[in-house]
């Protein structure tokens, strides 16, 4: 070992998924995530059953995520941990064993915005990947945000657009839930559309200024949509779940691209990241990979296990941010509402 290994511990904890990794410099050595399945019979994240599952998960996790990586705690150089934005019950949790946790080993703390990391989640070492150059636009699109953002450096983040009420992973989720699919019902949704016609059903796309985004507009003509229908015929949503899918993923990912490329053409930046939980549909990868061939764009798609919720995306946030000498004090609160470049 010499002062270039670097070992972080990154614990992440702002929503219903408890994560844990250890990076070495840039590279994930482990990145452990539970799932809490709790929520599911409720539709939604119940708040107080999310802090309650991250109290129950944390410390085995961080366990595992040490014997995975085969490091020793005392190995570690400091620990990095979700500040905000989400849950404050959630990231209390989080928050406050990374404290105690770095007063015990006496080793750094580092405080992270998860917004933030999903974007640095590109600078992760992975296999066949390069790292988007600066600067270039990030799309977070996720269960909890949709912006788009202008990245001019690791912590020089400017964020251009964002939706104006539901985030884009929920209208995923709440066209789910009006479908009958079980919670999150994003990637059901995703199963359902690759195997149906994108183009049996339109639905409206919202006329909203400049380059912010507006969900719930949709989720109301497809509630509509579906009450019409099914009161002609109680059948209609399990003979045509692949095709209504397929169709809402299609407006879906035309409403995310259609300001993209306005992002695009304002910026004159045509260097694209995508980051976020919905980083990991189908449509708009395949959106993202046509704009290449047929525009020029440079698109950056991170590998699945790194556009959900996960901790090895801290991680390379806190590794940036040591290099950088960008420490935290104890005294720094867990916020909810934390904004990139703040
Ligand atoms: O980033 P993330 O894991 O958590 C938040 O910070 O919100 O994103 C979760 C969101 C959920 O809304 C989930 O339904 C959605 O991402 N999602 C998807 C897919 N995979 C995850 N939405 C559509 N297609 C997918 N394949
Ligand atoms: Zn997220």
């Known amino acids: ?42 539709g939604g994240v119940v708040p107080e059953l999310a802090s ?43 928050t406050s064993f990374a404290k105690s946790l770095s007063m015990g080993l006496e080793i750094p703390l580092i405080e992270v915005n ?25 799309m977070t699109i996720s269960g909890g945000h949709t912006q788009i953002v202008l990245v001019r450096g690791y912590f020089e983040m400017e964020v251009l657009g964002e939706t104006l009420d539901d985030a884009v992973g929920e209208a995923f989720d709440k066209s789910a839930k009006l479908l009958g699919l079980p919670y999150p019902g994003g990637p059901l949704i ?14 409206p796309i919202p006329k909203v200024g400049g380059l912010d985004f507006s ?27 692949n095709d209504i899918c397929a169709s809402i993923q299609k407006t879906i990912v035309e409403i995310l691209m259609r300001k993209l490329k306005k992002a695009v053409l304002e910026t004159g930046i045509d260097r694209v990241a995508l980051a976020g939980g919905v980083a990991a549909n189908s449509g708009i990868r395949k959106a993202l990979q046509k704009a290449e061939s047929d525009w020029g764009w440079t698109a950056h798609i991170p590998p699945f296990e790194y556009c959900t919720d996960n901790a090895a995306m801290i991680g390379i946030a806190g590794y940036l941010k040591y290099l950088d000498g960008r420490f935290t004090d104890l005294g720094t609160p867990a916020t909810a509402r934390y904004t990139i470049g703040s």
Do not use: W
């Open 114 to 138: 998860h917004m933030e990391a999903h974007i640095l989640s590109h600078f992760l070492e992975t296999e066949g990947s390069t790292v988007p150059v600066f600067p270039f636009l990030a």
């Open 52 to 94: 309650r599952a991250h109290q129950q998960n944390i410390v085995p996790l961080v366990h595992r995520a040490l014997d995975v990586a085969n490091i020793d705690k005392k190995q570690l150089s400091a620990i990095a941990f979700t500040r905000g934005p989400g849950l404050l019950g959630s990231l209390l949790v989080g």
């Open 215 to 241: 969900f719930s507009g949709l989720k109301t003509s497809i509630l509509y949509f579906l009450q019409r229908e099914t009161a002609a015929d109680p059948e209609f949503v399990e003979r045509e779940k």
């Open 1 to 42: 070992m010499n002062s270039s290994d670097i070992f972080i511990l990154a614990i992440e904890s702002s929503c219903d998924d408890t994560a844990a990794a250890i990076l070495h410099n840039r590279k994930a050595l482990s990145n452990i995530v539970a799932t809490q399945q709790i929520h599911q019979v409720y």
């Open 190 to 203: 995703d199963v359902h559309a690759q195997q149906g016609d994108p183009d049996r059903f339109a639905f």
